[in-house]
């Protein structure tokens, strides 16, 4: 008998994923538009050079917040498998294709990817924000030993701790 599965990733996964972007991108966008239509309506406005700065500012900002959200995944643990998310639809993993499980300590939420022998529907890799927690830096996420243990205890095989 397996369990309900575990939610491993944060509950501001979809945030990250779809809302946050969507807001920034559309503020710049906005406001990269106002500056080529109506220059002038901005007091005390940017300088001539300022929309094409503005143009490209929302252009990089916006691939990198799509690309980066974009690649998030909802991930839920049980004793035989990794269920994985994209908000559309849910793969099964079964924990005996995990190779690795790292974590990020320099990007923001410390993303935790997960990489397995062979490809999966989203790829050989996945990325997920763990769930919040309140501990020191460079302390591996709970979620990496939780996903490591349970690999450990499935018949599928082994991790090495790191």
């Not at 940017?46 to 974009?70: D, E, H, N, Q």
């Not at 997960?114 to 302390?139: C, K, N, Y």
Request: aromatic share 12%; glycine share 10%; net charge positive.
């Amino acid at each position: 008998m397996t369990s309900e599965p575990r939610r491993l990733s944060s509950a501001l996964t979809f945030t990250g994923k779809f809302l946050f972007p969507l807001v920034w991108t559309g503020g710049f966008t906005a406001a990269t538009i106002a500056l080529f239509i109506a220059p002038s309506a901005w007091r005390n406005g940017p300088g001539p050079g300022a929309r094409w700065i503005f143009l490209c500012a929302t252009l990089v900002g916006a691939a990198l917040l799509w690309w980066s959200g974009g690649r998030l995944k909802r991930v839920r643990l049980d004793a035989r498998a990794l269920y994985i998310s994209d908000y559309r639809t849910e793969i099964v993993v079964p924990l005996s294709q995990v190779v690795e499980v790292t974590e990020d300590y320099g990007a923001s939420g410390h993303p935790v990817t997960i990489r397995f022998d062979r490809e999966t529907e989203f790829g050989a890799r996945v990325t997920f924000i763990p769930r919040a927690r309140w501990s020191g830096l460079q302390v591996s996420h709970p979620a990496i030993d939780e996903i490591r243990a349970a690999i450990r205890g499935s018949a599928g095989g082994d991790l090495p701790a790191r």
